[in-house]
């Protein structure tokens, strides 16, 4: 059964607007950018293993961030007929290109079931083009990230080797702890190459070279003695 718990008293609100600014992708904006996403956001708590929708329901017309709990993303090719799935997990966000794009049939082809307890958040879409419209910084950040997917693609992470290259990533991911102050994500300690190697099942070599293009992509930073993740939904792209 899927809850919903509306955005309706003060008390909610600073609740909402401490969940949004720890998604990676907000947690640089203005406490008033942040206050008028949390006074159109809802809340929804869904069990394991339910459909949040299925293929045909999503009209993106909310943006849906993922505050807890991870599900299964999948999205239908309508020439090939095939399958892709993908991870959607805690700082996720699904929707930000259909409704920057004006395109929200584009959203029609994804379905969203949950594995684990999910706590979703839900920002009406005309809210949050408002936002856009009226907050600079909002729209500096979200061209940052929006520029930062294409260039990702057109330079290697959507169409990375996901053999070595991804179980390394998927190992660094599990190693990553998010930071109650200000939402950011790090390693705080990295493993040795032979050891981050081990975790991954790959070569000392593989490991590496590996964490050199992460660093590379601007996906990690180095913070001795761990690493920054500078780009969450790119290392968990390649970690899928």
């Not at 709990?69 to 991870?87: A, E, H, N």
């Not at 997990?89 to 930000?96: I, R, T």
């Not at 520029?147 to 959507?158: I, K, P």
Request: aromatic share 4%.
């Amino acid at each position: 059964m899927v809850l919903t718990q509306p955005a309706e008293d003060n008390a909610i609100d600073d609740a909402l607007v401490t969940r949004i600014k720890q998604l990676p992708l907000f947690c640089h904006l203005p406490e008033a950018v942040l206050t008028a996403l949390a006074m159109a956001a809802t809340e929804k708590n869904v069990a394991p293993g339910e459909m949040v929708f299925s293929a045909g329901q999503y009209e993106s017309d909310d943006l849906i961030c993922c505050i807890a709990g991870r599900g299964q993303m999948t999205s239908g090719d309508g020439v090939d007929g095939s399958i892709t799935r993908r991870l959607f997990a805690e700082g996720d966000v699904l929707g930000l290109e259909f409704i920057l794009a004006g395109l929200p049939e584009l959203g029609s082809a994804i379905g969203l079931q949950a594995e684990t307890e999910m706590r979703l958040l839900l920002i009406d879409s005309d809210i949050f083009r408002e936002a856009i419209s009226s907050s600079h910084q909002m729209a500096v950040v979200l061209l940052r990230e929006m520029t930062r997917r294409v260039l990702g693609q057109s330079m290697g992470y959507a169409a990375v080797d996901k053999g070595a290259m991804g179980r390394i990533a998927k190992a660094l991911f599990g190693l990553a702890e998010r930071s109650q102050s200000n939402g950011h994500w790090r390693i705080a300690t990295m493993p040795r190459h032979r050891d981050l190697g081990l975790l991954a099942n790959a070569g000392e070599k593989d490991a590496a070279e590996a964490v050199a293009r992460l660093i590379g992509m601007h996906i990690l930073k180095r913070d001795y003695p761990g690493m920054m993740i500078t780009d969450y939904p790119a290392l968990m792209a390649i970690a899928e």
